[in-house]
């Protein structure tokens, strides 16, 4: 209970920031943790409100901060997240012709997980999410799921894992139909299941597309429409191949925080696996990354308790300078390691205070830097190993 | 409205909205009211003369619309269908989501395939309503009375074909309470039939032999029978009409030559409950025999001409074609004492102005003259007495068909196979991919192939081949779940598997039907001639679709395992 107030002011400070974009989804997310039919219904009024009397920023801001006062009244029963939802032993995939061979996994997903998945093209991302998804058979080893699904059919499991494929499949008839198509199957009937579609709706922007056909949807908005179906199943663990692909920067930070916000709501909190290319972006919502390199996993966060890595520094650096300049600058330090890959340079090097001497010594030999990132903590460095 | 409707179905029942159950149910009864009054609006006395079997009339161009009107909505209906494919998408919650889509194809299919009920029923409620029974029934009696007196067409003129020798039946047969013929009933082949006792038709049962009868010089045989189907192979069999016991006729045969007195046949004989209060054996008997008589001895014109006259006005009423003046016609019998077959044979009447018909004349004269009148239509060369019996007869007779409300049982067959069929396929297209789909097709006539080449090269008899094909058809159902279950296989021949399973369980009925039908095979024992097989549990179409239907149906859970399963 005394998380959801908490949440509760926690999206209040957003509006009192003026934050009003951010506040507002917040806003929809603290509803949906009520799971009550009235407050769907206010809830859309404000959105409709919001939409059509165009209110100042003060007005806004009173009546959300109203309406999330509102909300206090309801109690939200937290639901535990300590249990995993699944876990995979050793599980190895084998491609026919033995040209790639993933493995060998062993992963423990929990209730409010967000993993990250990454690794260059080819190396066995989508595989894996199609394994844990039990969309692909593998060839070694075991995935266990957790008690509540552990006893059911493959058919009635897979109501509960969702996959989103990067290219998703087309579909027919208006957007709003096909969201209530999908709601209407997955129990959500009557006059709940208009108030759970325009709620996703709202909540991912799709409000003002309600209308819109497959074909009148940009690539964005068709993921968006694909999370918001995925979100009506209510499923227990969610499988995202590339979401971020078709998405601009600003939706790609939006997509990937609301993701993790849903990923942890209180009252339906759900493990999400999503792969990717936007690294950074990624390992900001992340709770657990793994990185794939010729189908063999390195689970970022074990990697970086190991003391050698701990030790070491790895900056990524864009320069003006050329490469003599960049290794006279640094001639003082002890480098174990420069790499170009052409547009940037990757500086290893042990020290304890991390970038500060690197970038002492760069500023006292003039060099002018375009972009400095330090990726020690990310799996951008394990790219290069 | 429709979009309300529609609203409800989405928000309430996803497989109504997906089936467009309730839409496609709609315009199924939209169907059948639009049939129904088709029927009934193109239906007239014309239609009853001209149709041999009114039950069948809906097998004209009306069956032709029909089909391209089905064609039509199915299409557009299995466009919509596969638009909004759950399964495309996602995993559909439903307990029974195959089961239910299955019965919400197949129960609208039904309606709109159907077409041929409310047709027909609308053909029989307009016949019901331009036709009334008591009328008919004494209308009957005056066809009947004045039948015995008319040439019935031009190829009508030998007496065998409407007499034998009177007065016979003499004794009215009737059935029981426990419907089964009394002791008194009793059947007769006429001599010159005799010759199918000795070829496939009848089967001899009892241990006395046939006793021939003379009755006017005419050898007949009379015996209790009962029908039986007799197999001879897997493939072919054919009714029998099995002799139970011969009789010797214990009634009074009076010989007369052959003449219109002696007629026993009569035009139109009913044996529908609707007209059975009308008995035509009774009533001959009782009435018509010796009205004929009564008419021949005191050879009275007036009545005669009464009769004819009554007759005629009922063909009128009917637009029945007849070429009948009742007094010229009466004086011509009265002229030749009722001999009607001897005078239009003999050519001498042709030139007296009683023109036979052309068929007749052909019998007994190729002349050139007959040759070239032959070819003269009947308007411009008129047969006197002649009249379109047939159309007659057809009225009547459709009109028992339509009273009765008999139809045609090999289309309700019909279309329970067809609907059962468009619903399988449907449903297996709708549930797995489209590349396995295509390719079970070929795979299917392969196995079908190989089974051919198999049972030639057993060479081995029908019942073992039976045996042998359907073992194959079980194998291969097994084979669909086998691949389901197991994680061996890829999804993609799994498909295949399970698609060839599916076709197999048609064959399979088949297969168990034939086999059943087999052990319930027994012999029967002649003393007097060979043992003859005969089965106790017939092979029904109905019974081959019925277990077909029930394994189709037990079947569908593997689809949702082959959709879960993984690649």
Not at chain 1, 211 to 228: D, T
Not at chain 2, 38 to 51: A, E, P, R, S, V
Request: a neutral charge.
């Amino acid at each position: 209970m005394q998380n959801f107030i908490e949440k509760i002011e926690e999206v209040k400070q957003h509006f009192v920031l003026k934050d009003f974009h951010l506040g507002f989804r917040r806003l929809i997310d603290c509803a949906f943790e009520t799971q009550n039919m009235p407050v769907f219904e206010q809830c859309i009024q404000l959105n409709e409100w919001k939409e059509t009397a165009q209110p100042t920023a003060h007005e806004l801001g009173v009546k959300c901060i109203q309406f999330l006062d509102s909300l206090k009244q309801y109690k939200v029963e937290p639901k535990s997240t300590s249990s995993f939802l699944v876990k995979t032993n050793d599980i190895e995939k084998i491609f026919s012709r033995g040209s790639f061979t993933l493995g060998r996994i062993n992963i423990e997903i929990n209730n409010g997980d967000v993993w990250g998945l990454v690794g260059e093209n080819g190396n066995g991302k989508t595989t894996l999410l199609r394994i844990l998804a039990k969309d692909l058979a593998h060839e070694k080893g075991s995935i266990e799921y957790n008690n509540q699904l552990n006893n059911l059919s493959n058919y009635d499991i897979r109501t509960q894992l969702t996959y989103i494929p990067q290219r998703t499949p087309k579909w027919f008839g208006g957007l709003k139909t096909n969201l209530k198509f999908t709601a209407t199957h997955y129990g959500i009937v009557g006059k709940q299941n208009e108030l759970w579609v325009m709620m996703m709706m709202i909540r991912f922007g799709l409000y003002q597309f309600r209308n819109h056909n497959w074909s009148e949807l940009s690539s964005g908005y068709k993921m968006r429409f694909e999370l918001a179906r995925t979100f009506l199943r209510k499923p227990k663990l969610l499988l995202l191949d590339e979401p971020l692909a078709n998405l601009d920067v600003l939706s790609q930070q939006i997509v990937l925080e609301d993701l993790k916000y849903m990923a942890k709501s209180i009252s339906q909190p759900l493990g999400i696996v999503l792969s990717s290319q936007q690294l950074f972006e990624v390992e900001k919502v992340s709770d657990k990354i793994i990185f794939l390199k010729n189908g063999k996993p390195t689970l970022l966060h074990e990697q970086l308790q190991k003391e050698e890595i701990k030790k070491s520094n790895v900056i990524e650096l864009e320069i003006e300078n050329n490469r003599d300049d960049l290794e006279k600058a640094l001639t003082s330090m002890l480098i174990s390691n420069i790499s170009f890959n052409g547009g940037q340079y990757i500086v290893e090097y042990e020290h304890t205070e991390g970038l500060k001497p690197l970038m002492q010594l760069l500023l006292t030999h003039n060099i002018r830097i375009k972009y400095v990132r330090d990726i020690s903590a990310s799996s951008r460095r394990l790219f290069n190993a | 409205m429709l979009k309300k409707i529609q609203q409800y179905f989405l928000e309430n029942k996803p497989l109504y909205y997906q089936s467009k159950f309730f839409e496609m149910m709609g315009i199924g009864i939209l169907l059948w009211v639009i049939s129904y009054c088709f029927g009934w609006l193109i239906t007239d006395i014309k239609t009853l003369q001209d149709n041999y079997n009114i039950s069948n009339y809906y097998f004209g161009s009306f069956a032709i619309v029909h089909v391209i009107i089905c064609i039509i909505i199915y299409v557009l209906w299995a466009f919509k269908f596969f638009q909004t494919n759950a399964l495309k998408h996602f995993y559909p919650l439903s307990k029974f989501y195959h089961h239910k889509l299955f019965l919400q194809i197949i129960v609208p299919a039904l309606f709109m395939i159907s077409l041929y009920y409310p047709f027909t029923t609308g053909v029989y409620g307009k016949v019901k309503f331009i036709l009334k029974n008591d009328e008919l029934v004494s209308e009957l009696k005056i066809l009947n009375k004045a039948y015995p007196f008319l040439v019935e067409s031009s190829a009508a003129y030998d007496v065998t074909n409407k007499t034998y020798p009177a007065p016979f039946p003499i004794a009215s047969f009737s059935k029981n309470n426990n419907n089964e013929w009394s002791n008194n009933g009793v059947y007769f082949k006429p001599n010159h039939i005799n010759g199918i006792f000795d070829t496939s038709n009848i089967l001899y049962n009892p241990n006395e032999c046939k006793q021939i009868v003379l009755v006017d010089n005419q050898e007949y045989i009379f015996y209790k029978s009962h029908d039986e189907t007799v197999k001879f192979d897997s493939c072919n069999s054919r009714n029998y009409e099995v002799i139970d016991s011969f009789i010797q006729p214990a009634h009074q045969l009076i010989k007369y030559n052959s003449s219109v007195a002696h007629f026993s046949q009569i035009l139109i004989q009913n044996n529908f409950d609707k007209l059975s209060n009308y008995d035509a054996e009774t009533y001959y008997i009782n009435d018509i025999a010796p009205n004929v008589h009564q008419i021949i001895n005191t050879k009275n014109k007036k009545a005669l001409v009464n009769i004819i006259d009554s007759f005629l006005n009922i063909c009128n009423k009917y637009e029945i074609k007849h070429r009948v003046s009742s007094d010229k016609y009466a004086d011509y019998l009265l002229a030749k004492d009722f001999k009607i077959v001897s005078a239009l044979s003999n050519s001498s009447e042709w030139n007296n102005g009683y023109s036979p018909a052309p068929a007749d004349v052909t019998v007994v004269d190729e002349s050139p003259m007959v040759t070239e009148s032959r070819e003269k239509s009947v308007e411009t060369n008129p047969t006197l007495g002649f009249v379109e019996f047939e159309s007659i007869r057809r009225i009547y007779s459709n009109y028992q068909t339509a009273e009765n409300n008999i139809y045609q049982f090999d289309v309700f067959l019909f279309c329970i196979a067809l609907a059962l069929i468009i619903a399988m396929v449907i449903l297996l297209a709708f549930s797995v991919e489209g590349v396995a789909t295509l390719i079970s097709i070929p795979a299917t006539g392969v196995v079908i192939l190989l089974c051919g080449l198999l049972a030639i090269l057993l060479h081995s008899n029908d019942s073992a081949m039976v045996w042998v094909l359907f073992i194959i058809a079980l194998i291969f159902i097994a084979l669909g779940y086998y691949y389901v279950t197991s994680s061996e296989f890829s999804k993609r021949y799994t498909s295949i598997m399970v698609l060839l399973g599916f076709y197999a369980i048609p064959f399979a009925a088949t297969f168990l039907c034939i086999i059943i039908h087999e052990f319930s095979k027994y012999s029967i024992h002649q003393p007097c001639d060979n043992n003859y097989t005969a089965y106790a549990h017939k092979l029904e179409p109905l019974h081959i679709i019925m277990l077909g239907l029930v394994g189709f149906l037990l079947y569908l859970p593997l689809l949702k395992k082959l959709k879960a399963k993984a690649e």
